[in-house]
Structures are given as C-alpha cells and as structure tokens.
C-alpha cells in the first residue's frame, strides 16, 4: 500500500494541478468507495492485494497530494494555520477510524460477517460524506471571485487551475522546478524521514514487549505517540510558515534521532511513554512542515506534482525502513540493529536539510515569464458548480 500510494504521488499531484482539486477528489472518492466494498468481498490473497494494496491505496494517494497542495492557494497569510488544522485531521482520524471499526466488527458478531460490515459501511459512507462534501469545495479562490486570505486588493483575482492555462503552468513550472536542487533533496528528505520513523510505527509495540511490557501497555505507548504527533501536526507548520520550514523540518528530524538513544536502555513502561512523547513531536512535524516549504520555495507556482514526486519518496521510504527493518530484527535476533538503521536513516535526513537553501526568498521568483504569451492567467468566471 504504501509503495502504490507513493508511486501514485505524482500522478495524483498532476491530476490537482491540471484538472483541479473538486474532480480529482470525485475520483478519489470513487476509488474509495469501490476499493473498501471489494475488500470486504476477497476471498482470495490476490484479491487482497489488488483491492486493498492497489485500488484503495491509489485512493489514499488522490487524498494525501491535491488536498494538501491545494489548501495552499487559499493562504496568502496564515497558512500554517490552514495546513496545522488539515495535517492535525489527519492525525486524529485513524484514532477515531480504528475504535469504530473494531464496534463495527463485534456489533455484526465477529468473524467474517464484521470484517465485511467495517469495510462497507465506513466505505460507502466515508465516501458518500467526500463527495458531498466536495461539493462545497472549490479549486481556487477565483473560482468564487475572491483572492487569497492576505493578498492585497490590490492584485488581480485570476483562475489559474482550470483549462489550457493550468495544463500549460503545470508543464512550464515543473521543468523549472526540476532543475532545482531543492526538489531532489526534498525527495531524499522525505524517504529518509519515512523510512527512519516507520521502523518505530511497525516495530514500537513489539519492542516494548520483547522488553517485557505488557500488550496492553505497549499498545498505549504507540497511543501515546500517536496522540503527540497530531499536536505536532498542527503546531509545526503554524511554526514552519512564522520562522521558517527549514529550521522546524531539522528540528522535527532531529526529534526522530536523539530519543532513539533511549530505546536501548528502555526497559520499563515509563520509557516507552517518555520516548511515545519525544519521538511524538519530531514525527508528527518532519512531514507537516512540506507543504509549507514548497510554497516557500515556489510561492505561486503549481506545487501538486511537486509535492506527489515528496510523497512518492515517502511512501517508498515507509515500505523500505518496515521492510528492512524486520529483516534486521529476523537475523539478529533482536530490535538493536533496527533501532540503529532507524536513527541513522533520519540522521542522512537532518544532514540533507542542513543542504536545502534558505526559505527567506523564493527560487523560482519569475518562473511565469517562462509562459507561452497570455498564459499566466485567464479571467475569473465565477461558478457555483465550477469544476
């Protein structure tokens, strides 16, 4: 899943920033709706890969990028604010998704019967509830005749993600992006932040038991970091957009380093927790700060293929840092070496970010220029059901 949904990335940026954010959600929710009802109906393996590993993981791919990359056209000033409350919702729905799944299952009696309830009713009505709320959202501002909170009055209300004018800013800018070497490194950044804190993600509850601790109370470690990290999800970008990303990014990496040294001699509960905490805060703000920093670094520019290629190295970093991962685990016999490679893998990230340039000034300032004449933008015509 993870490997599809990174790969997925750039495509599912492209599709935001070429057909707008309201018909690529249309098509993710499609997906979803699709991907959980066939699931609860496999009775094969293959079948659990396809419609679980594949469709439903393309799905979760359309959720992560467009939304993202498109909240960010609507701040001009507070977009950490915009950003926090998204990436926060992020953090919060899988602690309330799992609770209700789990009710789900033992109200239709378990067994096979419940699992196939906990996929079809949260799937057909989770995605009922995105297409109809997608109705109320719309790709730009122009698209309901206002500018961006915090533009001037002064600046003209223009459509940029509709028509021949979105497929050609979206060509024209990523080229230039590309020869950036901030837009490699941010690649590199975000796989080897994903692959150092997924060994802790998958591994964390097993290593607390191998220490002794008990399921229950390992479970709530995991909890616990969890709990932390959507705290984090929000405050560090309100932080990454008032200071800058690249000191809250290196911040947040270093966050998922130095508590490390604490697993190794963590025996009892209270070390787990303490580490559930520290390491909490440097995971939920390594990836909150990116989309920030994309448009600090690109200002206007259209930054969903951007930020799919960033997913794209998450999603191979997740898989990766799980994989090898327990592998260490399964030849040593024991959690050291993994917890090594985890520190060591989010370290490469804290030196990458050390590279990135100052987000003080943009690095594309006058990439429109680059446009085909009178291209940088078309008239608002303003829609209820504009797409």
């Given amino acids: ?61 359309i959720f ?14 507070h977009l950490g604010v915009g950003m926090g409350l998204l990436q926060g919702s992020q953090g919060i729905g899988p602690l309330i998704a799992v609770p209700l799944m789990l009710l789900i299952i033992y109200l239709f009696g378990g067994g096979i019967d419940g699992l196939r309830a906990a996929f079809w009713i949260p799937g057909i009505l989770g995605g009922a509830v995105i297409l109809g709320m997608v109705q109320f959202f719309y790709n730009e501002p122009a698209a309901i005749g206002v500018r961006p909170l915090g533009a001037p009055q002064s600046e003209p209300i223009k459509a940029v993600q509709t028509g021949k004018v979105a497929k050609v800013r979206t060509q024209v800018f990523l080229k230039q992006a590309q020869r950036t070497g901030a837009f490699w490194n941010l690649i590199g950044i975000h796989f080897w932040g994903c692959a150092g804190h997924a060994i802790i993600l998958v591994y964390l509850v097993a290593m607390a038991e191998d220490e002794g601790v008990s399921a229950g109370l390992a479970a709530g470690a995991f909890v616990t970091l969890s709990v932390t990290s959507s705290i984090t999800r929000f405050a560090v970008p309100v932080i990454a957009d008032r200071m800058g990303s690249k000191p809250a990014m ?37 990836m909150s700060a990116f989309p920030i920093i994309n448009r600090q670094y690109y200002g206007s520019g259209p930054i969903g293929t951007t930020y799919g290629y960033q997913m794209m190295g998450a999603g191979v970093g997740m898989a990766a840092g799980a994989l090898i991962g327990g592998q260490l685990r399964d030849i040593t016999g024991n959690f050291d070496a993994t917890m090594g490679l985890s520190l060591v893998l989010s370290l490469i990230g804290v030196f990458s970010i050390m590279m990135l340039p100052t987000t003080k000034k943009e690095l594309l300032p006058n990439w429109e220029d680059q446009l085909p004449e009178a291209s940088p933008s078309e008239p608002a015509h303003v829609h209820a059901g504009d797409d």
Avoid: N
């Avoid at 707008?20 to 609860?40: H, N, P, Q």
């Avoid at 467009?66 to 000033?77: D, E, G, Y």
């Fill in 1 to 61: 899943q993870w490997i599809v949904s990174g790969m997925f990335g750039p495509t599912a940026g492209w599709l935001g920033d070429r057909y707008g954010v309201r018909w690529t959600m249309r098509l993710g929710a499609v997906l979803f709706i699709v991907g959980m009802v066939l699931t609860g109906m496999m009775r094969e393996l293959w079948q659990f890969y396809l419609f679980f590993g594949v469709i439903l993981s393309i799905s979760m791919g």
């Fill in 64 to 77: 992560q990028v467009p939304l993202t990359a498109a909240v960010t056209l609507w701040f001009r000033k």
């Fill in 250 to 286: 290196a911040g947040c990496f270093f966050l998922q380093v130095a508590p490390i040294f604490l697993l190794f001699i963590a025996h009892d509960p209270w070390q787990f927790y303490l580490f559930a905490v520290l390491f909490g805060i440097g995971f939920g703000g390594e």
